[in-house]
C-alpha cells in the first residue's frame, strides 16, 4: 500500500512584464550556466557537463557564503529548451537545501509595445523548511531582480521602474505544509489518500 501513495505536490508560478524587449531578454537569459549574472542571490553558476542548450546537462549554483561560511547550493540538469517558444525545463538532482523532487520552468513570452513578459514555474514536493508561498515569493523576487538587471544591460540610461509582478498559485496545500518556513523537518504532511506520510 505504501508505495501507491502519492505525496501531495506544490505548484506555483510567477510572471513580471519588463520593458526589455523578448529577443534581448532570452538572448541574455536562455544561457543555462550564466545563471548568477541575472539572478541576485546567487554567487556561482558553473558548467558540471553538456553545453548550455543540450538537454542533459547539469549546472551547479551556489549562493554567497554566510557569516558561519556556509553556502546554499544546488545542481540543476536542463530537461527541456526550446528556442522557438523562448523556454526552457529543469529539475534539481542534488542540494543541501531539502529538495526532492523539483522541476521548474522559464520562459519569455511577448510583452505589450516593445517589452516581454517572464514567466517561471515550479512543481514539487513539499520541501522541508519551505512553505508553497515561499517558493512563489523567492520566484516572484527574483524576477523583478532579473528585470533590474536586464534593463540595465539592455539600456545603461533608463531609470529603475516599480514593474508589477502578478502571480498564480494553483492546488492547494495541507496546513502543515503550508506553515512557516522554520516548520520542524519531522512536520507531517497529508497525502492525496488521506494517509499520513512523514516527509522527514
Not at 521548474?104 to 510583452?111: I, L
Not at 540610461?157 to 520542524?184: Q, R
Request: proline share 4%.
Amino acid at each position: 500500500m505504501d508505495d501507491q501513495l502519492q505525496i501531495e505536490k506544490w505548484e506555483g508560478k510567477a510572471a513580471l512584464d519588463i520593458s526589455t524587449n523578448e529577443i534581448q531578454a532570452w538572448s541574455l537569459l536562455s544561457d543555462f550556466f550564466n545563471l548568477h549574472l541575472w539572478l541576485p542571490g546567487i554567487a556561482t553558476c558553473e558548467k558540471v557537463s553538456g553545453s548550455e542548450s543540450l538537454p542533459g546537462s547539469v549546472r551547479y549554483v551556489a549562493s554567497p557564503a554566510n557569516e558561519s561560511g556556509e553556502v546554499s547550493w544546488a545542481k540543476e540538469e536542463l530537461i527541456g529548451f526550446d528556442p522557438v517558444e523562448k523556454s526552457f525545463s529543469y529539475r534539481v538532482v542534488e542540494s543541501n537545501m531539502g529538495f526532492g523532487e523539483y522541476a521548474s520552468h522559464f520562459r519569455v513570452f511577448p510583452g505589450t509595445g516593445d517589452g516581454c513578459r517572464l514567466e517561471w514555474s515550479f512543481e514539487c514536493e513539499p520541501v522541508i523548511g519551505w512553505s508553497r508561498e515561499g517558493l512563489i515569493g523567492y520566484l516572484d523576487s527574483g524576477l523583478k531582480g532579473m528585470a533590474e538587471r536586464l534593463e540595465k544591460a539592455t539600456n545603461p540610461d533608463a531609470k529603475t521602474t516599480d514593474d508589477k509582478v502578478n502571480y498564480e498559485t494553483n492546488g492547494k496545500l495541507d496546513d502543515k505544509a503550508n506553515g512557516d518556513a522554520n516548520s520542524n523537518a519531522n512536520d507531517v504532511v497529508k497525502c492525496e489518500t488521506n494517509c499520513e506520510v512523514n516527509v522527514a
